[in-house]
């Protein structure tokens, strides 16, 4: 029984002894491992967030991920003239111009509030943008930016011709986006824009309430101040009707100044989504071709804050 205590005693010491040792070697452990964190930090870029990937808030006729900066008021004019091909007796189109103001306000650097009125159904809309992702290098690298995007839109025409009551409810339409993009290079950006809409009340037989969207865009640069830009959304089948057809645009923009001319071709008369996504009838190649501009200023109401 002695022996036994004995042999105890010492198995219990040199456990101690051992438990000793491994702690300072813990610490020395974890010291290492914290100070080759602290190196490599030291030796990875800073982060570095890519901006610019387009020169404005708009594509086409859809959105990108810009906002305007906080403090920033973006005043926007969008023309579209009717169709190429009614000839003269229109001047091409010249005689059927539908038009779009609206106001956009940098909340902050990520939030962007704005408001419109079109002339194509007397529809006045208001949307929200938030910066969610933003693309940037360095030690906390993103591969893309991500903007998430919602808007309402209200029919404010008046309907004389029929019987029907259309409430405010019946009236309002609704456009869920997230915008996803990559800047590719100086020159090459790219982004989708995977969108659903649902409308109150659909324009035409056959047309679904819920209308579900692929789309896709880019813009090439060719000098400091001019690029070729294009946009496709595509209808998914399901909730596209016979006669709904995929909205499609290309046109230039032009920097000057603080100015930022967009000229462009699409088979789309509306300017916001739930026109141009849901209500487009025409194919792009079937001739029936709009053409158009948007002229953006922008103007600082508030100086930035600063950190």
Not at 262 to 273: A, D
């Amino acid at each position: 029984m002695s022996q036994l205590a004995t042999f105890i005693g010492r198995a219990a010491a040199l456990g101690l002894l051992l438990a000793g040792l491994a702690v300072p070697a813990a610490y020395a452990q974890t010291d290492l491992l914290g100070q080759l964190e602290t190196e490599t930090k030291k030796d990875a870029p800073a982060t570095q967030v890519v901006d610019a990937t387009f020169k404005s808030t708009r594509l086409i006729n859809g959105h990108t991920v810009e906002t305007p900066g906080e403090g920033t008021l973006v005043f926007l004019f969008s023309h579209n003239f009717g169709t190429i091909n009614e000839g003269f007796s229109s001047l091409f189109g010249f005689d059927n111009a539908k038009v779009r103001i609206a106001l956009e306000y940098g909340i902050s650097d990520r939030l962007e509030v704005g408001i419109g009125r079109s002339s194509l159904d007397k529809t006045v809309d208001g949307f929200l943008k938030y910066r969610a992702l933003r693309q940037s290098t360095g030690l906390h690298a993103m591969p893309v930016s991500v903007t998430l995007f919602t808007s309402a839109a209200v029919v404010t025409q008046s309907y004389t011709n029929d019987n029907f009551d259309r409430t405010l409810g019946l009236r309002t339409a609704y456009t869920y986006q997230a915008l996803i993009a990559r800047k590719f290079s100086p020159e090459l950006s790219l982004q989708l824009m995977p969108t659903f809409i649902h409308r109150n009340l659909v324009q035409r037989e056959g047309e679904t309430n819920d209308v579900v969207s692929l789309g896709a865009g880019g813009r090439y640069k060719l000098t400091k101040r001019f690029s070729i830009n294009a946009e496709y959304h595509y209808l998914l089948s399901k909730f596209a009707a016979d006669h709904q057809a995929n909205s499609a645009g290309v046109g230039v923009d032009i920097e000057t100044g603080g100015h930022i001319f967009q000229l462009h071709v699409s088979n789309s008369p509306g300017m916001i989504e739930k026109q141009f996504i849901a209500e487009t009838d025409k194919t792009f190649f079937s001739g029936n071709l709009y053409y158009g501009f948007i002229v953006s200023r922008n103007f600082t109401v508030k100086q930035r804050h600063r950190k």
